[in-house]
Structures are given as C-alpha cells and as structure tokens.
C-alpha cells in the first residue's frame, strides 16, 4: 500500500530556532500533499496544500512566512517553521493522495505519515 | 461548507463490549466521499474505510463494521467484541466534490478506552 515517510518523528528545539520537517511518499508520485496540525487532544487542522512545482496555498489564519513549504519533487514535500515559538508546539502530520497526479481518484484515501511532534522550549 | 459532528468526546468500554461511534456530516456537495481514520497513541493516522456518496451499502470487515444513511447524513462506525487495541482516537472525515480544492474536513475524533 501506499506510504507515507515524515522525518523527525520528534523534535526539541529552542526559541527564535527554524526547524524542517520532511514527508516523502515513498512508492507513489504525490503532486499534492498536505499539511496538518494538531494540537493535543484536538482534530487535525489543514494548515496548506502543498503542489509540486507551485506554491502552497495555505489556508485562512495560518501565516505563510511562518510555515514554509516547498514542493521540489513529486515525493518530497518540506514544512519549515521558521522562528518557531513556543505557541507553535504541536504535533505536525502530512498526507498526499495515491493516484493519478493531481485528478484523483478523489475518492482514495490520504495517507498520512507518522507525524512530527514539535517542542519549541 | 462542509463540517464533520462527532459528539462522542470519548467513550469507555470493557474488552469484548460491541461499540458504535457516530458520525454526523454536512455537506452541500451531491457527490462527496466518508473516511474515518485510527489514531492510536502512537500518532499515526490509519486509514479505515471509504465510502463515496452514491454507495449506501453498509459494510463490514472482521470486526468493524459502517452503517451509511444518507437520510441522516450519518455515517456511523461499530466495532464489535472490542479488544483492548482498538483503543484510540478515531477520525471521521469528508470530501466534497470532486475539484483540485476538496479538502478533507475532520470531525474532532472520538478517544475510545477499551479496558480489561
């Protein structure tokens, strides 16, 4: 099936620091990816799409210069959060689609990778 | 819009005890699809089942089983003689409509505790 690899698992990292989380999907091409965030004991909120080749189109409230994304490749998408806080503690997961290039199947499931827990101290 | 209601916040029960996890959506798409996702301590998200608008049939897989009823937008997930690791956050999830934008709108999840 189709997987999804997000490295680190965790991170700790000190205040004013960037910190970069990787998701590659290891046996698919994935020209979209997304971003979500979760706060402990909380849903997951989409954060942005990210597209290969284009910029990521991030969704309302969340800070474009804060959370950088790039799409260099059809199986790696990167989220930097740059000067990170600690208010931006969380637990960071990514997701792409397995199917043909950006059309679908709309109907197939996102697969997610394992998730980034972020501390910023 | 589209929104995803689990009023389940959490739910507890003894090992072997059937249970049913409620999903309730909305959504102004004719065509839409259903998810719902594990998330056990660990953090991953596993995904479950899938169900497309235009598919009512219920279905089951070994212990697991969804009930899809259109008419009240519900999509209700029952896992049966439960075991101890089934206990985890679970996610429903929709898509509407079938364009590059649809995204995948989660519900707040539902923490299940099954205890010996």
């Known amino acids: 099936g189709a997987v999804v690899s997000q490295h680190p698992s965790w991170v700790i990292c000190k205040s004013g620091t960037s910190v970069k989380i990787e998701c590659r999907s290891l046996?698919?091409?994935?020209?979209?990816m997304f971003w979500y965030r979760q706060f402990p004991k909380q849903s997951l909120m989409l954060m942005a799409t990210?597209?290969?080749?284009?910029?990521?189109?991030?969704e309302q409230g969340v800070e474009k210069d804060k959370f950088l994304i790039n799409h260099a490749s059809l199986t790696l998408s990167t989220l930097t959060v740059t000067s990170a806080h600690p208010e931006d503690s969380s637990f960071y997961i990514c997701?792409?689609?397995?199917?043909?290039?950006?059309?679908?199947?709309?109907?197939?499931?996102?697969?997610f990778g394992n998730g980034t827990r972020l501390t910023v101290t | 819009a589209q929104k995803v209601t689990q009023a389940q916040t959490e739910i507890s029960v003894v090992e072997k005890e059937d249970v049913t996890l409620d999903c309730v959506y909305e959504?102004?798409?004719?065509?839409?699809?259903l998810f719902w996702y594990k998330q056990p301590p660990s953090g991953e998200l596993v995904f479950l089942i899938r169900?497309?608008?235009?598919?009512?049939q219920n279905e089951i897989s070994g212990r697991y089983s969804w009930n899809f009823q259109k008419s009240t937008s519900s999509f209700n997930f029952t896992i049966t003689a439960s075991q101890v690791v089934d206990s985890a956050v679970y996610f429903c999830a929709l898509r509407g409509g079938t364009g590059t934008a649809s995204k995948l709108t989660f519900g707040t999840g539902t923490r299940l505790q099954v205890t010996l």
């Open positions: 990210s597209n290969e080749g284009s910029k990521a189109t991030y």
């Open positions: 046996d698919f091409q994935a020209t979209t």
């Open positions: 959504t102004r798409d004719t065509t839409y699809y």
């Open positions: 169900r497309n608008s235009f598919d009512e």
């Open positions: 997701s792409a689609r397995a199917g043909t290039g950006n059309h679908g199947p709309y109907n197939s499931p996102l697969h």
